[in-house]
């Protein structure tokens, strides 16, 4: 069964602040990808990556950066978090070239 | 612009009742997932499909590369089937999902 993790699964940050969303996986999938979903929108792909020391930019990435430490690990850094990044975050994993992606529980993140 | 064109938006079932979701796809995609966003929010995988039929249950889902488009058939809803149901699909020569905007299901006893 596929497993990944999210942490926070909530986070209240303020304004300016630095926010740190962390996924783990125990799939060995080479990709793993980071989404925020807004209403109206859909899910939106953030970053993603090939593998441990890559990471990409998706359709989104303005205001995030990604950092890929390890196979299993995938993070989400919001430097300077504004309000506009109020969302729920999801991360995914999947071995790429169009495979099944499966996804965490999800962060809810509030930026006040 | 947008790739996947999701309908209905919402869509309201008696129990024991049955409907269609379908998506269309503007590019070719390489493959395609349904997902059940259930009432806490998790995203629960229904369906991935590269081409073809699966069924699962009272669920069934098609995806037809050549025209572009897929479909999810609910039949003999249940209450536990109501959430919101999303598309979504991997265009070629891309990396990570593109997904609807979603279709509310309320089924009703």
């Known amino acids: 069964e596929a497993a990944v993790t999210q942490s926070p699964r909530n986070k209240v940050a303020v304004t300016g602040g630095k926010v740190t969303l962390s996924c783990n996986q125990t799939n060995n999938h080479n990709n793993m990808y980071w989404y925020r979903q807004d209403t109206g929108h859909g899910l939106r792909l953030i970053h993603y990556?090939?593998?441990?020391?890559?990471?990409e930019k998706g359709d989104i990435p303005d205001g995030y950066k990604a950092s890929r430490p390890s196979q299993e690990n995938f993070s989400l850094i919001l430097e300077l978090a504004t309000p506009s990044q109020t969302s729920v975050y999801f991360c995914?994993?999947?071995?790429?070239?169009?495979?099944?992606?499966?996804f965490g529980p999800g962060t809810r993140l509030t930026v006040l | 612009g947008d790739q996947v064109e999701q309908s209905p938006s919402a869509l309201s079932l008696h129990e024991g009742t049955g409907s269609a979701l379908r998506c269309n796809f503007t590019?070719?995609?390489?493959?395609v997932q349904w997902f059940q966003q259930n009432s806490r929010g998790s995203l629960i995988n229904l369906f991935y499909?590269?081409?073809g039929t699966k069924e699962n249950g009272r669920l069934k889902s098609t995806f037809n590369s050549k025209e572009s488009y897929s479909t999810l058939h609910i039949r003999d809803a249940q209450l536990e089937d109501s959430g919101t149901y999303f598309c979504a699909a991997e265009a070629r020569y891309a990396q990570g999902l593109t997904f609807g905007l979603g279709t509310r299901v309320s089924v009703f006893p």
């Open positions: 590019t070719t995609m390489r493959a």
């Open positions: 499909l590269a081409s």
């Open positions: 990556s090939y593998g441990a020391g890559s990471t």
């Open positions: 995914a994993s999947g071995t790429g070239g169009g495979a099944e992606q499966f």
